[in-house]
């Protein structure tokens, strides 16, 4: 018998407002000491009167808009009933039956996975609260600090579409960058502003594939996974024990609570699920209705290029692989540089005598060679000095401009990998321009093929017994003549010019 596995997500995320969700301090919990963000609203005081932050309907109906969502002409907030230490109203201001975003989708791609894409259904998006933050201390007291609570979240439910915990683990990653790309959150998993409970029940399919038995089976749902690695193996961990309850003809009977112990590596029972009648959920009387009708229409024409779209945007104006534009784009901040650095140098290009006449495939190839040579340099080389130096493109010295210019010298074969590198550090150092670095420390490229013969022809007598290998036929150790070249001349020869004086000599 096959199980398949049905999973639905629902995920919050915090939005990155100035103020909370109904009063004027500040929603930045983490730069201050605990219990300095708080007021009579959002402690929860008998006669206040919370009053709706205005951009944190515009950013929930910004990501409803970016998830395909039809935005509610009308919505209202609704109370939550609960008791919890970290809710001093007893209730949470939530949304109920009119909430701001329903009946979207989003499109994943799935590389490896069992289907290439997926349409995952978004039930609902919308706006709440959030809770206080419990902290148990190590002399077994719990404190409360409420700066978190009344920070604005939106919840965003999915249908249960996903059909393996890889696909989940995607979409939540895609929410994320887009989340980031709509700026409404740093959407940071590690930081709480990205939260994940995941759903999963499994059903019987006969052998051609058909449901035996109902459709939606009694599920588990694993709360509050803290990171994407967790989602993923929490799910696996899930198929694997209702799988075994299957097989013994004893599935779960009712839908349960559990956590994510990632010691354990499994996920173990919390309380029973309360249902929507548990909650009590009553409309808020203190909050006018939402008229969003007009805010919708707005934020539409605020709606920025999403990352799916400016992907395979990158691939077709820039001629990048897909995998470096996925690489690029994953940082909105990074596909912004790299834009800037891809007008420049098509500029140059325009420029350039010999493009004046040149047909459109020569063009094409062009781009291509340039957009290997930018994407080369950024991710790997960049990448990895930016890493080191533990800084990113939004902190580093280099701008678009100077990076252009830099890549136009190695495309030029004014420098090669060996001096590109010298010249990147001495950019990263202090936002130096790289003519002038190159000018400077002597970096430009040695092209001078006399001179080069001349260090050959000393490099061929100093190491007699490799020519002879050579000559036997050891035509690797080309390679290690080549190394001495460069070593000689301090990486700046040009390596294949080095390479061709090289095999005549050595004949
Ligand atoms: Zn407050």
């Known amino acids: 018998m096959i199980y398949e596995p049905v999973i639905g997500l629902e995920i919050h995320i915090q939005l990155k407002t100035k103020t909370k969700m109904f009063c004027s301090c500040s ?67 939530s949304q109920f039956d009119l909430p ?11 590389p490896d996975g069992i289907r290439k894409t997926a349409r995952i259904g978004i039930t609902r998006a919308h706006l709440e609260e959030d809770a206080a933050k419990s902290l148990h201390g190590t002399d ?18 999915t249908e249960p579409d996903f059909k393996t915990p890889k696909e989940a683990k995607i979409f939540l990653q895609e929410l994320r960058l887009i989340a980031r790309y709509l700026g409404i959150s740093n959407a940071d998993m590690e930081k709480g502003q990205l939260r ?13 594939g058909n449901i035996i038995g109902k459709t939606l089976n009694p599920k588990t749902e694993v709360k509050n996974i803290n990171s994407f690695k967790h989602v993923e193996r929490a799910l696996e961990h899930e ?37 929507a009648a548990d909650y009590k959920y009553f409309p808020e009387p203190d909050i006018p209705a939402l008229s969003l ?34 690489q690029i784009c994953s940082d909105p901040a990074l596909a912004d540089f790299t834009e800037h650095v891809f007008s420049e140098l098509h500029a140059w290009m325009n420029s350039l ?55 136009t010298l190695i495309a030029t074969k004014k420098l090669n990998n060996a001096t590109g590198l010298k010249v990147l ?55 290690f003549f080549i190394g001495q070249v460069m070593k000689e001349t301090q990486g700046t020869a040009d390596p294949a010019l080095a390479k061709n004086i090289l095999k005549v000599k050595l004949n």
């Open 196 to 208: 994940c409970d995941a759903n999963i029940s499994l059903r019987p399919l006969d052998e051609n």
């Open 140 to 157: 077994g007291k719990s404190y409360v600090d409420f700066n978190r609570g009344g920070t604005p979240l939106i919840e965003v439910v």
């Open 353 to 407: 005598d010999d493009m004046a006449d040149a047909d459109d495939e020569m063009v094409e190839s062009e781009k291509k060679k340039l957009g290997k040579i930018v994407s080369g340099w950024l991710l790997s080389k960049l990448g990895g000095l930016l890493s080191e130096r533990s800084i990113d493109v939004r902190t580093m010295k280099i701008n678009p401009e100077n990076f252009a210019e830099f890549i």
């Open 27 to 93: 929603a930045n919990e983490s730069a201050t000491s605990p219990n300095t963000n708080i007021c009579p609203i959002c402690l929860g005081h008998p006669g206040v009167l919370p009053v709706t932050n205005e951009q944190a309907v515009r950013f929930g109906i910004l990501l409803g808009i970016a998830l395909n969502c039809k935005i509610a002409n009308n919505s209202k907030f609704d109370r939550k009933n609960y008791f919890y230490p970290d809710l001093p109203k007893s209730y949470q201001i």
């Open 425 to 479: 550090n001495k950019m990263l150092d202090d936002g130096s321009d790289p003519s002038h670095v190159m000018e400077d420390e002597q970096l430009g490229q040695m092209d001078d093929e006399g001179a080069i013969a001349e260090i050959i022809t000393k490099i061929i007598e100093m190491n007699p017994k490799e020519v002879t290998r050579y000559k036997e036929g050891d035509e690797q150790l080309i390679k």
């Open 293 to 326: 009708t007009e805010i919708a229409e707005e934020m539409k024409q605020q709606l920025p290029e999403l990352p799916a779209k400016r992907r395979l945007r990158f691939t077709e104006e820039y001629s990048l692989r897909m995998m470096d534009s996925k």
């Open 100 to 110: 701001i975003a329903e009946h979207g989708y989003m499109d994943i791609e799935i």
């Open 239 to 275: 198929i694997q024990r209702q799988t075994k309850l299957w097989k013994q003809d004893n599935p779960p009977a009712i839908s349960t609570t559990r956590g994510w112990n990632d010691e354990k590596q499994q996920t173990v029972d919390q309380r029973s699920k309360e249902d």
